[in-house]
């Protein structure tokens, strides 16, 4: 076994990771015009689709996934796997249903969507506040656990120290580059991870640590099934520690199983919706994409990608769990306490344990950076989305409301910046609590925490997409009931938690008897139920709000009054301005009046308020134009669609295949 240290050629990888983020990083200071709204925001909308796809995988798979995706394969099987093959076929709904229609309407944010589709500001600003709670409960907490917990367990560093460190490492990316800066660093961390946890997986069949110790996949399956630790081998925690019979199904037995297929199919699939299809972080990398073709192209990529987790991550916390039952397996609360800290659980501990154990020295900095690398991809693009949300949806209205001006580019990129420090302190508070309430599993923590708030905002877009009748009273009862109900759910379960195997469930039914899964399922109909009474018993939306804000009406060429309002103040040129000169005189002499530090701070944030920054502007403007327009290559648009094809029949084929009962086996020695 190698050592659990780290060797010099470790710190080597590790200086070598950050060379190259620091790199990217400046790569974008220097390529992208961070000084507008587009700039910063939305990367100028010039992203081809290697760089969106990248970006969408890297900032979905975190270091909460390789935690939580291996803890869960250890703790309950392949299961989990089928949030990995769901996320596939939901990232093309995305494509081609949402996307055309976000990108038609042209906007920054999916709030201001709302606005454009419904009119008035109250669905605009109640959205992007749900969104920022759903942020710090699901995902800027748990990817600042998560990494942690891989760098307390490798480093045996202190928890908090250790989230101080990627703190101040994520901020460089995030401050300064804008989401130029997120998705260019993305892409890199994209190669990384992927190739990282290739080799981590390949020593895993091959090395005599690993699969090969164990004896093959079908060997695996007969000893994860007796992967129990000593404490239940010896008859000492009753019928906690065995694995579950159903291990090896995806999809399991619909009433009380922890996978439900109908839970999952009908009411985890609509919570995914919010997540893949109308959470800001996600589709902000679409819309970075210069066309349609280019943005559908990316999730094509990360949708592919999508189907190796269940390969990378799952089936090695399985591994793990049969190389180390002692402390993967722990089935009562003061062995659990002895092995990791926790007395709901250690399963969390698979994917360190395994890098630990299989990597040799050397490589072992390669895994460190390539789990530095899934989380800071994952909270540079939480921290972006944060910025970009609260900013254009929250600042300016409430700046507007009161001070009865708009904000200048200059405040916006300022506050930008400073509500990141704000949400990251909240998100540390809250770390201690998910300790307590992740049970061992953080993957499904996240899961079970989104049921309670994303239904109601899946329901709401969907039924803006596609019902044109729709209006703006009926979604706003709709997200407020659906909002009531689903906080309503969360404080029941943080009073009565579910219990480890070895205590007594003396939880209500509502929280012991309805599944979390169930649960989302119920809260999307009463959403949706409640808009569409809503809107039939109030008057319907204008027709101006209908244009390019429906499926139906996405290619309608009508001029809107409100199209790239939020542009109106970057995009106006001073009088006598020639953008078009050769000379750029004023520009240089507007740059020569500020002093050292004003210069330097204005290219420290990108922003540029000369004449040539302004024209820059416009042009920027001119491409949304071209974008909003859908048009699309007809061979690309072939290629885009055969490809559609063969994902969707493949992703649907792997949900069958592991879906099957009779994959299931039991183990010969309890």
């Known amino acids: 076994m190698a050592s659990a240290g780290l060797a010099a050629w470790d710190y080597v990888a590790i200086i070598t990771y950050f060379i190259l983020v620091l790199c990217a990083g400046l790569y974008s200071l220097c390529r992208s015009n961070r000084g507008t709204v587009s700039g910063y925001f939305l990367a100028g909308r010039y992203m ?13 798979i975190g270091s909460e996934h390789f935690v939580g995706l291996a803890g869960s394969g250890a703790a309950a099987g392949i299961g989990v796997a ?70 307390q367990e490798t480093l045996k560093w202190n928890l908090y120290g250790a989230i101080f460190l990627l703190l101040a490492l994520t901020a460089i990316c995030t401050v300064t580059g804008g989401l130029a800066a997120v998705i260019y660093t993305d892409t890199l961390q994209f190669f990384i991870m992927i190739i990282g946890a290739a080799v981590l997986s390949a020593l895993i069949f091959f090395y005599h640590q690993g699969f090969a110790r164990v004896g093959g996949y079908q060997e695996l399956k007969v000893k994860y099934m007796d992967a129990i630790s000593n404490d239940t081998r010896n008859n000492l925690t009753g019928d906690c520690g065995y694995p579950r019979e159903d291990s090896w199904q995806m999809l399991r037995e619909p009433i009380s199983s922890d996978m439900p297929w109908a839970g999952f199919l009908f009411g985890q699939t609509v919570a995914s919706i919010w997540y893949w299809c109308t959470d800001q972080m996600m589709v902000q990398r679409a819309l ?67 890098v630990i154990a299989v990597m040799p020295t050397g490589l072992k900095g390669v895994m460190l950076a390539v789990m530095l ?23 300016k209205y409430f700046r507007v409301k009161y001070s009865k001006k708009d904000p200048t580019v200059r405040e916006l990129m300022v506050v930008g910046r400073l509500v990141v420090i704000v949400m990251v302190i909240i998100s540390i508070l809250w770390i201690p609590i998910i300790q307590q309430m992740q049970g061992g599993q953080l993957f499904l923590y996240i899961q079970e925490v989104s049921a ?8 709401t877009y969907l039924v803006a997409i596609l019902w044109p009748r729709g209006n703006e009273k009926g979604c706003f009862w709709g997200l407020t009931a659906g909002f009531v109900v689903g906080i309503t759910r969360m404080v029941l379960d943080f009073i009565w938690r579910a219990p480890p195997c070895w205590d007594e469930d003396r939880r209500p039914a509502i929280t012991a008897k309805v599944h979390y899964m169930y649960f989302a399922l119920i809260l999307f109909w009463i959403t949706v139920i409640v808009d569409v ?10 027709e101006d709000k209908i244009i390019r804000t429906t499926w139906w009406s996405r290619f309608d060429s009508t001029e809107r009054h409100d199209d790239y309002e939020d542009d109106k ?20 002499v507007n740059d020569q009046m500020k002093n050292p530090c004003r210069r330097g701070y204005d290219w420290f944030c990108g922003y540029d308020d000369t004449i040539k920054g302004q024209s ?33 029949l493949l992703a649907t084929t792997l949900y069958i295949y592991f879906s099957i009962p009779n994959t299931r086996v039991t183990s010969v020695s309890l």
């Open 288 to 354: 970075a994409a210069k066309s349609l073709s280019h943005a559908q192209g990316g999730c094509l990529l990360a949708g592919y990608i999508k189907l190796l987790p269940m390969f990378l991550m799952v089936l090695p916390g399985m591994i793990s769990r049969v190389l180390f039952p002692n402390e993967l397996a722990c089935a009562s609360a003061e062995s659990c306490m002895e092995v990791c800290g926790s007395d709901t659980g250690c399963s969390n501990l698979a994917y360190p344990k395994l």
């Open 569 to 588: 103040e970057e995009f106006e040129l001073p009088a006598k301005a020639d953008p078009d000169a050769e000379d750029d005189n004023i520009a240089v």
């Open 533 to 542: 009474i809503v809107s039939l018993l109030t008057a319907p939306p204008g």
């Open 82 to 151: 089928a949030f990995e093959f769901n996320a596939c076929l939901l990232v093309q709904l995305l494509g081609w249903v949402f996307l055309p229609v976000y990108i038609a309407s042209g906007v920054y944010t999916l709030p201001e969507y709302m606005k454009k589709r419904y009119g008035g500001q109250r669905v605009r600003v109640f959205l992007a506040m749900l969104s920022l709670i759903l942020y710090i409960f699901t995902k800027i907490s748990v990817d600042l656990y998560s990494g942690a917990l891989f760098i």
């Open 373 to 395: 690398a899934a989380l800071m991809s994952d909270l540079t693009s939480i921290f972006n989305s944060t910025s970009t949300l609260f900013t254009i949806d929250i600042w």
């Open 48 to 60: 081809i689709w290697l760089p969106v796809g990248a970006s969408l995988f890297a900032s979905n």
């Open 616 to 648: 820059e502007a416009q042009k920027h403007q001119e491409h949304l134009k071209k974008i909003t327009s859908l048009k699309q290559n007809p061979k690309a648009k072939i290629f885009l669609n055969l490809n559609l094809v063969i994902i969707l």
């Open 452 to 459: 309670y708030f994303s239904p109601p905002i899946a329901a």
